[in-house]
Structures are given as structure tokens and as C-alpha cells.
């Protein structure tokens, strides 16, 4: 495994992030099986990935609760471990069940960290961006659970640039705690946030952790254009649909071409196109099976030239739809 700093920080994170989300049963193709989810947490922690990503509402706190439960388990030195957690979203109906208020962020963060079983949050995450509460009470709270210990840094997710940017300005003009990461829709097939958010954080310093760097499975070449697929993941969803373009065919076309010469795999060559771009710091991965995980980490092995690296680029130019910001 390698490891880089996150962004401009002295955070040292794994080149793969593990993500969490498809631990618990919040959904029909998520991984109901706790000691899977822990055999996979276990081989992750033996590829020498430290660094793990979860939320809050992935299964209304049973992803949290499962990270935690095998992390206490595998016994690690704690401070080798970056663990990341998000809030944001519904927890529970009525009043104060989700946002970004003060009151919501800081009882969330009390229940993430019984959850997680630990001590403290390494980079606790706004999940979305809340319209209906002024952002200088969200970096308020935030600061708050810096100073008392039960958070180290704080990172954002999946916004307009201009609105993480009017953050890290107010941040800065109110001497809270800034923003060092950012969670955004980043893969070979999804590139609309090169023409938003990834360009400011070049900018400021911000570390890039992708979510869905394999496009929901698009890039591992499971599906193909007559309609066949193989995936626990409906292919007759939006979130996939919106992938069937032919400049997206015509790019896992590519990975695969490449993937061929190198006695690689498709996923292998995604992946190691984000490990190639400077931004990037960590993909986050989302493996359902030890296989699958141990196939994300052969990406480490890859090498891409810049020949290949335009090719695999030459068929999309990335435009950003204000729309997709606010998902």
C-alpha cells in the first residue's frame, strides 16, 4: 500500500480509501451478512488500507456500527487509523431529524462516535450543503467539536464550487476550523467536477477523495451496450442510465484495450487513472467481496503513460450541470 498526506495537511491517509456504505441493510444489494462486511474490513486493514469512510445515515447508523464493531476487533494502534463519518442526512423523522444546524451536528457527532466505538472522529464530513441553515452556524458547531477533542479535521462532500468557496471563506473570516477535504462524483466517465469544484481545491489546498470512482460498476466492464449486465445494482436505474452514452462506451472501450495490454482489469484501470491525477489523493472504494477488494488494490500496481492517460480522456469534455451539485 502507499500512503500521501490528505491535501496540504500532515493527515497521512492510504492511496484507497475503504468506503462503508454497502455495510448494513438500509438496502436489497447491500451486504446484510455483518461478518462479511467484517472479512472484508479485516483484509483491507492486511492490504495496509487505513483509511475508512462512512455516514451517519448509510443504514441509519448500522455501517457505523459495523466499522466500529471490527476495527475494535482487529485490535490496530488507533493512531494509525484515519476514520471519516459524515452528517447531513435524515436520521430520524420530525424536527432536528437532519441538516446541518448546531443542534443537529453536534448530537449526531455524540452518536456517531458511540457508534464508531472511539474516542474521536479523525474527519467528520458535511454530507450535502444546507440550505436552510447559515453555514457560519454549521462551522461553528464544527470548530466546537475540534476544540473539545472529539474531532481532528473536518472535510465536505458534493457541492457547487461557489458555495464551498463562500465555506472556506467564512471560515477564514471567522477563524473557524476550514474544510481540508472534499467528497465529490469523480471517475473516468463522471468528470463534471473538473469544470467545478476540483480546480478551487487545486487552488486552496483542499484533499480530493472521489466517491464512485468505478462509476457504479460502469467501469469494471460488467455491463455492455446490448443491455447485458451482471450486477446486484438494477441497470435500469437513473443512476446508471445516465452512464449508457456512447462517449461512455467509447471510454470502456478504451479501459479495456488498455487493461488487455497490461494483463489488467478494467477496474484496475480506472482507478489507476485517479491514482495518476494530481488532485486525487485517496479513491474511495467500495468493494462487496474480498475478491473485488483485493482486485481495487492490484490498481496500485499499474502504471499509465500520458498517451494512455489521453486516450482514456479524449472523449469526454467535462462540463459541469449546476443540478449536479445539489443531488
Known amino acids: 500500500m502507499e500512503y500521501t498526506n490528505l491535501g496540504t495537511t500532515g493527515l497521512e491517509v492510504s492511496r484507497l480509501c475503504l468506503g462503508c456504505m454497502n455495510f448494513g441493510t438500509g438496502q436489497p444489494w447491500m451486504i446484510h451478512d455483518r461478518e462479511q462486511s467484517r472479512a472484508v474490513i479485516d483484509r483491507a486493514l492486511e492490504l495496509g488500507i487505513t483509511f475508512f469512510d462512512t455516514a451517519n ?4 447508523g448500522e455501517s457505523e456500527a459495523i466499522l466500529g464493531d471490527a476495527l475494535a476487533a482487529a485490535d490496530r494502534d488507533r493512531s494509525e487509523l484515519v476514520v471519516a463519518t459524515k452528517v447531513f442526512g435524515p436520521m430520524h423523522e420530525g424536527p432536528n431529524g437532519r441538516g446541518l444546524s448546531r443542534k443537529h451536528v453536534l448530537d449526531q457527532a455524540e ?5 464508531l466505538g472511539t474516542d474521536y472522529i479523525d474527519l467528520y464530513q458535511i454530507h450535502r450543503w444546507d440550505d436552510e441553515t447559515p453555514i457560519e452556524e454549521t462551522l461553528s458547531a464544527l470548530d466546537s467539536l475540534v476544540e473539545a477533542g472529539d474531532v481532528r479535521y473536518v472535510g465536505a462532500s458534493t457541492m457547487p464550487a461557489w458555495k464551498f468557496m463562500k465555506a472556506l471563506s ?4 471567522d477563524n473557524y476550523e476550514r474544510f481540508v477535504s472534499m467528497q465529490c462524483e469523480y471517475n473516468l466517465v463522471d468528470r463534471h467536477e473538473e469544470a467545478n469544484v476540483l480546480p478551487l481545491c487545486a487552488d486552496q489546498g483542499i ?4 466517491w464512485s470512482p468505478l462509476a457504479g460498476g460502469f467501469l469494471t466492464g460488467k455491463y455492455e451496450r446490448d443491455g447485458g449486465h451482471d450486477s446486484g445494482r438494477a441497470a ?7 452512464r449508457f452514452t456512447e462517449e461512455n462506451w467509447t471510454v ?7 487493461a488487455a495490454a497490461r494483463d489488467a482489469t478494467p477496474a484496475q484501470v480506472s482507478l489507476a487513472w485517479l491514482l495518476h491525477t494530481d488532485i486525487v489523493d485517496a479513491p474511495i472504494v467500495g468493494p462487496r467481496t474480498i475478491d473485488h477488494l483485493e482486485d481495487d488494490a492490484g490498481a496500485l500496481e ?4 500520458e498517451s494512455d492517460r489521453e486516450r482514456l480522456e479524449a472523449p469526454i469534455t467535462p462540463a459541469w450541470n449546476p443540478e449536479i451539485g445539489d443531488v
Request: glycine share 2%; charged share 35%.
Open 57 to 60: 445515515v448509510y443504514s441509519r
Open 111 to 115: 452518536a456517531s462516535l458511540e457508534r
Open 170 to 173: 467564512a471560515a477564514d473570516v
Open 207 to 210: 484533499g480530493v477523495i472521489p
Open 236 to 242: 435500469t436505474d437513473e443512476f446508471m442510465q445516465k
Open 252 to 258: 470502456l472501450e478504451r479501459v479495456r484495450e488498455i
Open 302 to 305: 499499474i502504471d499509465l503513460s
